[in-house]
């Protein structure tokens, strides 16, 4: 997903990236000297952004963690990174809810260290560093700054809902951390230093993205830091009016500072953060890192990582494969981001507390592609809350959310929540209430939001009302949306389609059959966008004409962006463009010429299409060269924006041999495997349920299927079914440097 932004043609940005990517000095990312699959996965990869580009950020959290800590060398906002190695300072370290790039931050601390007298230009100042100096880790953050003559080594580790930062101060000035509770006008902050119990403790209500939801006037992040050394001073600030001696402060823009005696050399900062109130802030440390040393915490998370990497292993990999395939694991598994405290959570559906689990930040017009099939496989035990939540989500504000952060914010199109329950459904996911699922993804396809057929539905607007499907109530009545009527119709028909197809799997399953013939019916609408004159999906006006502007009603993209968007009913729209040989034609013109761009994910799936065209030896090639040419590992090795793990997940599916082409189905379409061998391990504590999948003879060259068996059984089409993965066996290829034509 990408943010509205003034023109830059994009053939010229990907060449100058890929000039760019070609000159630049290969990076050699840190490994522990453990012989762990944490070693490989490295969160610098992804960080070196382009001009607007910042793509990944170097979060230390467990897998699926409440509160990402990171290094900021920028302060970031919606649409701006927090994190770009082109930077050579560093203005703290923030406990953070920014899950992507073009997503705001929400209930955030950020803490700073410093040497010196505390002063504005002082808590300003940024602090150098060099890359050289710096060590990432899923699990760890280590870094040495430099302030004038001073050194200081800053050591970070984190739970899902506390981190601890050790500081080591080497100079001859007055160590100083500098807390900021609040940084964005218009939303108050308080902070207040206790000195008997070094600690302080604060709230801030920021929401980077709050024009773009409802008003939560309960909702607040709230943090508790308890320092491991007395004050020697202290004061605070509101802007920049710095009130030295005072103790507690409300207002916006406004923090405080700490000060130890001279001679102190290593300062412990243990934070914790909650959605619910500061006496929970203080319950999740007690559970989390209470009496535990930092090392202690930093072995735990690093477990945590090793037990979900683990679930994929690769045997005869270059040490380069496996740097690139568990950082795209590491990426996979950061999101959706756990919500719940310990049985309880904040909802900011209804801006209240409830009992239950919750997940939050969801990128779903992004994530429903491959992302969230992934973790059906790699993360299973997650997926009914991942499921559940988006359930009660529909409850408590009355729709499934487009893009969650932590509420509506109407980013993005189509109800892609629906593709993510009927997934999880068809795969046979337990663990979440299925006849409300059903209600809540049936209010998605039926009921249109108030107003509906008299908004334009214009990106990034300011909040109006829960989020629907743009269009919806002229989608029913005419089979597509008009548009002289709404933003970005041919993209909303589309999607909406899909959507429906994706409805109709849930209402089948919850028993509702009339709602499923309906709704299977309404999924064939992409026809009613596709112009047999132009050979393109097109823009159509209310009265059925065609628009005079080809190119307009396109979301991130253009004609050829989405001639081929019919998960659905990839048949059908090979009959609808006239058979198989036109079909493979126009995919064919869509590889040349910068038409397809693997940076943003509407196409995501186009390299598998070859499969159902009878061509597959061409998805073969297809996907060797996209997996090859937009994945390293290096700094900038990761184009686009990973989106919370969608590049990833291409990624790693592409890299084991197949794809979910077509979320809602239990079918996997055959690509070309990367390694020799790989294993997928259900259950980590039995490594008896395994899938392993073979290559024989693979390499770069031989990146060509010859044939494939499942279980010694030939398979007779490139596809797999869901249910030859999960009940476990052997997949093997036998590969060559020449196309096999046919299967």
Known sequence: MKASAPFISKATFFRFSFLLLCC???????????????RYANP?????????????????????????????????????????????????FRASHKPAMWMGDYGYVTLKPAMGEASLSLRKKKLSFRHKNEVARPYSYSVILRQNNNRITTDLTSTSRCGILRFTFEGKEQPLVFVEASQQFGFDGWIKIDTARHEIIGWNSDRHSAHLGPPLPNFKGYFVIQFSEPFAAWGVWSGDTMLAGKWQQQSNKCGAWVSFRNGTHIVQATTATSFISIEQARENAQREVAGKTLEQVERDTKAEWN???????????????????????????LFPRQFSEYGHYYSAFDDKIHNGVSYNDYSLWDTYRAEHPLLILTAPEQVPGMVQSLVQMYEEGGYMPKWPNPTYTGIMIGTHADAVIADAVVKGVKGFDLQK????????????????????????????????????????????VPADKTNESVSNTLEGAYDDFCVAQVAKAAGHLEDYKLLLQRSKNYVNVYNTATGRMAPRNADSTWAKNRRTGFTEGSPWTYLFAVQQDIPGLIQLMGGKETFIRKLNMNFRCWRYWHENEPGHHYTYLYDYAGEPWKTQKMVAKYRSLKYHNTPHGLTGDDDCGQMSAWYIFSALGFYPVTPGTDVYAIGTPEFPKATIYFDPKNREEKFEIIANHVSRRNKYIQSVSLNGKKLEEPFLHHADIISGGKLEFEMGAKPKKGW
Request: glycine share 8%; with cysteine.
């Open 24 to 38: 630049t000095t290969i990076f050699i990312s840190s490994a522990a000297p453990e012989d762990t699959l944490t």
């Open 437 to 480: 699922a059903y209600q809540a993804c049936r209010k998605d396809a039926m009921v249109p939001s108030e107003g509906d057929s008299l908004k334009r539905w214009a990106d990034r607007a300011p909040w109006s009302s829960p989020e629907t499907r743009a269009g919806l109530s002229w989608y029913m009545k005419l089979g597509f």
């Open 307 to 333: 037990n979900y990497l683990s679930r994929i292993q690769m045997d005869s990999a270059t040490q380069k494969q496996k740097e690139v395939f568990y950082s795209a694991m590491y990426h996979t598994l």
């Open 44 to 92: 610098i990869i992804g960080t070196k952004g382009v001009w607007l580009y910042g793509r990944t950020t170097p979060f230390v959290t467990p897998p699926f963690g409440m509160t990402h800590w990171t290094a900021c060398t920028r302060n970031g906002h919606l649409g701006g990174a927090v994190y770009n190695y082109y930077d050579s300072k560093i203005i703290g």
